[in-house]
């Protein structure tokens, strides 16, 4: 339980990355969220099928939004590392995203018609990374807090001006993410795999 997570040295490596710090960012919110919002019925409301079903739908819908998030943080940690290979390595990168996106089958909750949505969806939040220069990890969750914001499993009448805690959440989440990321991550490494399999 004390030792340090491996370093991150391949591609396969960073996905796994990817993939559980994605769900990680958005399930946790998703479900903090619900649980402060019911406060002592939450135990309850946790047992609803319905609530349920709502948790499904709005946890799946929330993970290109995630994925997104993590891979901008990659990304400029990666970026110094790619040299005038950058948008080969941008490529590879974007291509990884969209194949953890695709390891999943279409989810029930979602239905297929809006899942290949979510998908493309993704697919241009990943091109719109690296047209900017490298965000704090801090303020990566800005552009995408109000989209996440309204997947909450919570009625909108029943929210209440909950909008910032929500954008403070992803903002905190997302500047550990980044920590352990840039403590883990080899980029010389990683960035020459991402450009040779763009190659």
């Known amino acids: 339980m004390f030792r340090r997570k491996p370093p991150i040295v391949s591609i396969a490596e960073l996905a796994e990355f990817i993939d559980g710090n994605a769900a990680f960012l958005v399930q946790k919110g998703i479900y903090e969220y619900s649980r402060a919002r019911s406060g002592h019925f939450s135990k309850v409301l946790f047992r609803e099928k319905s609530f349920q079903d709502a948790v499904e739908h709005s946890r799946w819908r929330a993970f290109p939004l995630g994925l997104?998030?993590?891979?901008?943080?990659?990304?400029?940690?990666?970026?110094?590392?790619?040299?005038?290979?950058r948008l080969a390595q941008l490529e590879a990168l974007r291509a990884l995203v969209l194949s953890i996106f695709d390891r999943y089958p279409v989810s029930p909750a979602v239905g297929e018609p809006a899942w290949?949505?979510?998908?493309?969806?993704?697919?241009?939040?990943?091109?719109?990374?690296?047209?900017?220069?490298p965000k704090r990890a801090m303020d990566i969750p800005e552009q995408f807090a109000q989209s996440y914001f309204d997947l909450m499993p919570i009625h909108e009448k029943l929210r209440r001006a909950e909008f910032p805690a929500l954008r403070n959440y992803l903002r905190v989440t997302m500047c550990n993410i980044h920590d352990e990321l840039a403590k883990r991550l080899e980029p010389a490494a990683v960035a020459g795999l991402l450009i040779r399999q763009a190659a």
Do not use: Y
């Open 116 to 133: 290949i949505e979510l998908r493309s969806d993704l697919a241009n939040r990943l091109r719109l990374v690296g047209l900017h220069p």
């Open 68 to 85: 997104a998030m993590v891979a901008e943080a990659v990304e400029g940690l990666l970026r110094p590392a790619a040299g005038d290979d």
